[in-house]
């Protein structure tokens, strides 16, 4: 094949992935040279970047170049491409996805571990991305979100000259730039906090349509699990008839076999976004029904109950009160602390600390403990994190999902050889003590204890939450399911008891707000 000439941008970020592209064409056998083209995204600085990204300001010239036969391929990011591509244009291949998750870089004296995403009160946060702010003022309302211009170095000297508190990027780009970012703290915000702009982390190869002997040979470079996943995302952007500039994230991942797709879409960037997960076997259909789910006739359960008490500024609370839901949140459970004064025995020589509750954390803190200088945090999920925040600590590991088990066997590997103290309910299933291997040494520290209400009133609302087995035992000793009503469980025992009273459950992804949330907005009321 003769030799190739590869248009791309000339940013830091733009020549690393043509250069990328240059080396995967030479592992192959194909020599390429890159030409530097400049667009007009590159040129117009004045507007906001979300006017920008999905119009082909960053593309056009280089499609155009590519038309005219200048260029043999054009190398994009593939979250800057315009869903509907010029005739006579195809993308031949894509690469396999990097980390589409977020990083939220902050100057180290703008940081309090507190507050979720280590943010201080008010703190200024420079984007330009209207799907970023929406799901971040969700997150922390109390935030100031600002533009921010410019490329990646660009951005993250405006950190630097101290122009914003932190600054929010894409964790692909950083990654690929391999820029020191040891001078700021880094947190990295997960997709299922803040769900990625559709195709976001991976490269397009652009070429003519009639270069079949080109296409051919760029089928060595694809990724095809990339493509199917990024497919869905671009054809949810697609139905929605919506650029970058729309508050719009989807990110599919396929997890043993089946897809796991996240969708979060608000009206504007000021909008509280809703949220939506499926876990699917196949993709077909999928996209239009993810859209469906998003239409303005579409119908909500009146009301909603869940067996815990819910803050007035909980993310779920505001979530549901957007679309005027009903909230009937009354925990069916007391907890009482058994342990008033705790024993230094019990802190010597641990390496690790898990909690598998917020209960766990807040009667564990309660007792004042004097920690040892290196121990580790373990949590079982988001929960538990945003309670171990607010005692000052960030922690070390976070369970992902609301399988318990599969997080017991990933925290296992963690501190396999080490020592791990459970703060614990008394009534605990041990679930992740039991995963653990002989090699890892078991404090246990029963710190309270859970007991059950008398006399429970009955629910009337459409959907039921239940947050543990012993809200279940609780409600059901007096009450039964009304026709209709509708069950989400939050953790695999909860889903457990339900299996074996022979009710149907919805688990969410996440036993936390945002899981709650997309559980609530997926079922469907008739």
Request: with cysteine.
């Amino acid at each position: 094949m003769k030799r190739l000439i590869i248009g791309t941008r000339g940013s830091d970020l733009a020549l690393w992935q043509a250069n990328f592209i240059k080396d995967k064409l030479a592992a192959i056998g194909v020599e390429a040279e890159l030409k530097i083209i400049k667009t007009q995204g590159d040129k117009i600085l004045n507007l906001r970047l979300d006017k920008l990204e999905g119009k082909g300001f960053f593309t056009k010239e280089l499609e155009e170049e590519l038309l005219g036969g200048t260029i043999d391929i054009a190398v994009h990011s593939h979250k800057d491409l315009p869903t509907v591509h010029p005739t006579g244009l195809t993308i031949a291949a894509v690469t396999e996805r990097e980390d589409p998750s977020e990083l939220l870089l902050i100057l180290k004296d703008c940081v309090n571990i507190s507050h979720k995403l280590s943010l201080k009160t008010g703190a200024m946060v420079g984007t330009s991305s209207n799907r970023r702010k929406a799901q971040l003022l969700a997150l922390r309302p109390d935030l100031n979100i600002e533009d921010l211009r410019g490329n990646v170095p660009t951005r993250i000297q405006k950190l630097r000259d101290e122009d914003y508190d932190a600054i929010l990027l894409a964790k692909a780009g950083v990654n690929r730039l391999n820029i020191d970012l040891s001078e700021f703290h880094v947190e990295v915000v997960d997709t299922t906090e803040l769900v990625p702009a559709p195709a976001q982390g991976a490269l397009a190869i652009q070429i003519r349509e009639n270069d079949q002997e080109l296409f051919d040979v760029l089928q060595q470079i694809n990724h095809p699990e990339t493509a199917e996943e990024i497919a869905i995302e671009r054809k949810v952007l697609n139905l929605f008839e919506g650029g970058c500039h729309m508050p719009l994230g989807c990110y599919c991942k396929k997890e043993e076999g089946l897809y796991e797709v996240w969708t979060s879409k608000a009206e504007t960037d000021e909008d509280f976004p809703d949220r939506l997960f499926y876990r699917v076997d196949k993709l077909d259909g999928l996209a239009e029904k993810i859209v469906a789910k998003f239409s303005p006739d579409r119908k909500f359960p009146a009301k909603v109950f869940i067996s815990r008490e819910v803050g007035e500024h909980n993310y779920f609370r505001k979530a549901l009160q957007k679309h005027h839901i009903e909230i009937d949140d009354r925990s069916l459970i007391r907890t009482f602390p058994i342990v008033t004064v705790l024993d230094p025995f019990y802190l010597k020589h641990i390496d690790w600390i898990f909690f598998s509750s917020r209960n766990s954390v807040d009667y564990f803190f309660n007792l004042k403990p004097m920690l040892p200088k290196h121990v580790k945090f373990g949590v079982a999920g988001k929960g538990s994190e945003d309670s171990l925040r607010r005692a000052g600590h960030l922690a070390d590991y976070v369970g992902e999902g609301g399988d318990i088990d599969e997080v017991a066997e990933l925290f296992a590997e963690e501190v396999s050889g080490k020592t791990v103290l459970f703060p614990r309910a008394q009534d605990s299933l041990l679930s992740i003590q039991k995963a653990l291997k002989p090699d890892t040494k078991v404090v246990d520290l029963p710190i309270y204890e859970t007991v059950i209400e008398e006399d429970i009133d009955q629910t009337y609302a459409e959907v039921l939450i239940f947050t543990s087995p012993s809200n279940v035992d609780a409600y059901f000793v007096d009450n039964l399911l009304e026709p209709g009503q509708r069950v989400i469980a939050i953790g695999n025992s909860t889903a457990k008891k339900f299996e074996e009273m022979g009710v149907a459950c919805i688990l969410p992804y996440a036993p936390d707000e945002i899981g709650l949330a997309e559980a609530v907005f997926g079922i469907d009321i008739k």
